[in-house]
């Protein structure tokens, strides 16, 4: 983290400023750290059209069992996560885990490349499992590492900035795969995925250096193994925490509407759009909107009101994001309508929910960062994916309900959402200023 005594602007600080509040000394590695997440979602987003594609030719109730699979993965994987971080050196977490990915990348080209025209229905749903868990440890490991890094002060400033090189890459992997589809096997996009994987590991570790050859009084961390006191450390800290309990409430209910929101688009896209094809480019499109648009909040919006308004009101976006799309899809449950609500909804989430779920961690310890952050991110996450097949699938149908009558029903579950979102707001901003105050405190 970064002490508050840095040297003079330099002139590309002050171009920065145009677009975020950068203090001297911080432009390195806030480009840095751009740069890696701008490569880790790129390389997902490659791959992100095929894996909607395959759930599109699954369907609902194909998916509802395909979501139970990913929150089983999930728990398989927090034991073996909870042992890496209790036995390696922080730095060596984030670099393992992605060479993991890289590894596995491979192996499911060369699988894919033995039927290249479709992959199988067992392979279609093992990527389409894995792909769902891949996307949230190597975003997760990413924030990991940032909170780890940055102190919460940087984080309200720097870490829009840092989201919209995610967006970035949002952008330009749909791009590239739309691209790339008309001259390369679709298996074949898994070698481009690989590869800023690759980069944003490599990336990830200049990170680090940059970070080690800041100025003494750059307030750093001691790089030790995070410490644990089971496998399931995370939901330890998590259930022990209320301040961690609301942030995976959060994460969980957001999931749950969010999930619903999918299910629908699934839906109505499989009834509206039967070519495949033709499937594929109306979710790279939609992708492509949703990412351009978050990259404008990004970088003009998120720091500043994040910084005027609390973390309160960013976090309550989300919420009345959604009250209103259930609103609108409780009225018209058509195609534009549920691309319309989800482009907004991934719109704010990307822009203004996750970087402000993101600053919450920087006022917990080092361990809570990786194993309930991790855990929250993970397990949780998927969670409410499985919950969400269930209560509007399976519960829906032995209720009755469906389209507009079940959008209306979800309701109350956006009201409590933004309760917590509240309610994490005002326990963010004490906690901060708990840290400031010790901060300040002499040493005895």
Not at 203 to 224: I, M, S, W, Y
């Amino acid at each position: 983290m970064i002490a508050s005594n840095p040297p003079q602007l330099t002139p590309i600080d002050r171009i920065l400023r145009h677009a975020v509040p950068v203090e001297p000394g911080e432009a390195g590695v806030m480009l840095r750290s751009f740069g890696i997440f701008f490569c880790v979602l790129c390389g997902y987003y490659v791959l992100r059209p095929v894996r909607e594609e395959i759930g599109t030719s699954i369907g609902q109730e194909g998916l509802q069992w395909l979501f139970i699979a990913v929150f089983g993965a999930m728990l398989a994987l927090v034991p073996a996560f909870g042992w890496l971080v209790q036995t390696i050196a922080r730095r060596h977490v984030l670099p393992a885990i992605y060479g993991f990915f890289i590894v596995n990348l491979l192996i499911f080209w060369a699988v894919f490349s033995a039927s290249p025209e479709r992959p199988g229905l067992l392979a279609g749903s093992l990527f389409f499992v894995w792909a769902s868990v891949y996307n949230l440890f190597i975003v997760s490991l990413f924030w990991s590492l940032t909170s780890e890094l940055y102190s919460n002060a940087q984080a309200k400033r720097l870490y829009g900035f840092i989201a919209a090189g995610g967006s970035t890459g949002a952008l330009v992997g749909p791009m590239l795969a739309r691209t790339l589809a008309s001259q390369i096997q679709p298996n074949d996009l898994l070698l481009i995925a690989a590869g800023f994987l690759g980069l944003a590991l490599f990336a990830a570790l200049d990170l680090r250096r940059a970070f080690r050859a800041l100025p003494a009084d750059f307030d750093r961390q001691e790089d030790a193994p995070a410490g644990s006191n089971g496998i399931f450390a995370g939901a330890q800290r998590v259930f022990s925490s209320r301040y961690l309990f609301l942030i995976a409430l959060y994460v969980l209910i957001a999931n749950l509407i969010g999930t619903y929101f999918y299910l629908e688009q699934i839906r109505i896209v499989g009834l509206e759009i039967p070519e495949r094809i033709a499937r594929v480019e109306f979710f790279a499109s939609r992708d492509l909107v949703v990412s351009v648009i978050s990259v404008l909040l990004q970088l003009f919006v998120t720091a500043r009101l994040m910084q005027w308004l609390g973390l309160g009101v960013a976090l309550a976006a989300l919420p009345l994001t959604a009250a209103i799309g259930l609103t609108a899809l409780s009225l018209m449950p058509t195609l534009y309508v549920v691309a319309a609500v989800m482009v907004a909804e991934r719109a704010i989430s990307f822009a203004l929910s996750n970087p402000a779920l993101k600053v919450l961690y920087t006022v917990v310890t080092p361990d809570e960062k990786y194993k309930a952050q991790n855990f929250i991110d993970t397990v949780v996450y998927r969670g409410g994916d499985a919950a969400s097949g269930w209560v509007f699938n399976t519960g829906a149908k032995a209720l009755g309900l469906a389209g507009g009558a079940l959008a209306l029903v979800t309701m109350p579950i956006a009201a409590l959402w933004l309760a917590v979102a509240y309610g994490l707001g005002r326990r963010h901003a004490g906690k901060a200023a708990d840290q400031i105050a010790l901060s300040k405190s002499p040493v005895s």
